[in-house]
């Protein structure tokens, strides 16, 4: 997959004026509040564990 990632809004203002960062892939500053953060992919989640009034998982 090579296409950027891209968020809507700035997760700290809610503003929409963001603009890739130059500090590399992922990077994205927003020019309302002056920040710079970054996005990155955590991973998948399970499928089909689902939790139980006890906390457990149960297949």
Same mark, same amino acid.
């Given at each position: 997959?090579? =296409?950027? &990632? +891209? $968020? /809507?809004?700035? $997760?700290?203002?809610?503003?929409?004026?963001? #603009? $890739?960062?130059?500090? !590399?892939?992922? +990077?994205? =500053?927003? +020019?309302?509040?002056?920040? &710079? /953060?970054?996005?990155? /992919?955590?991973?998948?989640? +399970? #499928? !089909?564990?689902?939790?139980?009034?006890?906390?457990?998982?149960?297949?």
């Amino acid at each position: 997959m090579s =296409e950027r &990632a +891209a $968020p /809507f809004y700035c $997760p700290y203002c809610g503003d929409e004026d963001l #603009r $890739p960062g130059e500090e !590399g892939h992922g +990077a994205w =500053e927003c +020019a309302a509040c002056n920040r &710079a /953060f970054t996005l990155k /992919f955590r991973g998948l989640l +399970a #499928r !089909g564990v689902q939790r139980n009034d006890g906390g457990g998982e149960q297949i």
